[in-house]
């Protein structure tokens, strides 16, 4: 009888592991949960508390506690593979919320396999830290890979619409003064200028207009963008490039007025290697990184 109850026990084990291996990964962790429920936790080992001083106390927390990590902060692209559900962009957020982190971007899209989404982030910070994060949201039930881009070679690509004024610099300027009350002589003195487009003739100001237009249109070409929309006072840019290459442009395109701008987050992808072909990374070493100068004869 011990022998039966012994058996169907460990069938039951066994038929449990073999659901456990059966699951999705994205209810791995509850299978694991439902698994280890019933298993009696070893109690903790309990430590004597040392009769300490004041004076000791203090100074071996000060003396003994460890100094806060150096190493410094790097930017980390963390690629997600999620179950299209609701509440899964709260449940990460909230993660990393929790441990302190400040999202730099995050983009959600859909992908070619039915309910299966994509989710980009990235944010800054120190790498066991980023490690640490990486594995709790990969723990999470409906989350069936966390990816780390950060050191691998990446196509990254992000997407901008920007809406520039036509009118020049000194009408964005005055737009801007007009919406603030202790600006209102800057405004004053920015209508009086001979280049503000009421002081000009219609055919100059016209003319004005589409030297702007040009010059713009130009610029976003010599980027790879193009110009979406154009009205009589503004037109609308569209840019898709590296992040730093959108933050160039819009540096260079700030003089203009920049009446509105939408800005997407970075989407990211992995470079797919070919094959019998050298990636560039020589493993030889550099004679300056091997030998001495100062130990040379000289010349």
């Known amino acids: 009888m011990l022998s039966g109850s012994l058996r169907l026990t460990q069938c039951t084990r066994y038929g449990t592991l073999n659901q456990l291996r059966n699951y999705s990964s994205s209810t791995a962790a509850m299978a694991y949960k439902n698994l280890h429920r019933n298993k009696k936790r070893p109690q903790l080992p309990t430590i004597e508390q040392p009769s300490l001083s004041a004076d000791s106390a203090v100074s071996s927390i000060i003396y003994e506690t460890p100094l806060p990590s150096k190493t410094p902060k790097t930017q980390h692209v963390l690629n997600c593979l999620v179950q299209n559900e609701p509440g899964v962009l709260s449940l990460i957020s909230g993660t990393l919320a929790a441990r302190g982190f400040n999202i730099d971007s995050l983009v959600v899209c859909n992908t070619e396999v039915k309910d299966l989404s994509r989710m980009t982030i990235v944010l800054g910070g120190q790498d066991a830290v980023i490690e ?168």
């Open 132 to 299: 640490q994060a990486r594995k709790q949201i990969e723990d999470l039930v409906p989350v069936y890979a966390v990816l780390d881009y950060t050191h691998s070679e990446i196509i990254k690509r992000e997407l901008l619409l920007a809406r520039v004024s036509l009118l020049g610099p000194e009408y964005f300027q005055e737009l801007v003064a007009h919406h603030n009350d202790s600006d209102s002589t800057v405004s004053e003195k920015l209508r009086a200028s001979s280049y503000h487009p009421n002081n000009l003739p219609p055919s100059q100001a016209l003319r004005q207009k589409y030297e702007h237009l040009d010059a713009i249109t130009k610029l976003t070409s010599s980027f790879g963008g193009k110009v979406v929309d154009v009205s009589d006072r503004n037109c609308i840019i569209e840019l898709a490039a590296k992040p730093k290459r959108i933050s160039s442009f819009i540096a260079l395109i700030q003089p203009f007025g920049i009446l509105e701008l939408a800005r997407s987050g970075m989407m990211a992808l992995p470079r797919t290697p070919i094959d019998g072909v050298d990636d560039g990374t020589d493993p030889t070493k550099d004679a300056a990184d091997v030998v001495d100068v100062s130990q040379l004869p000289p010349g």
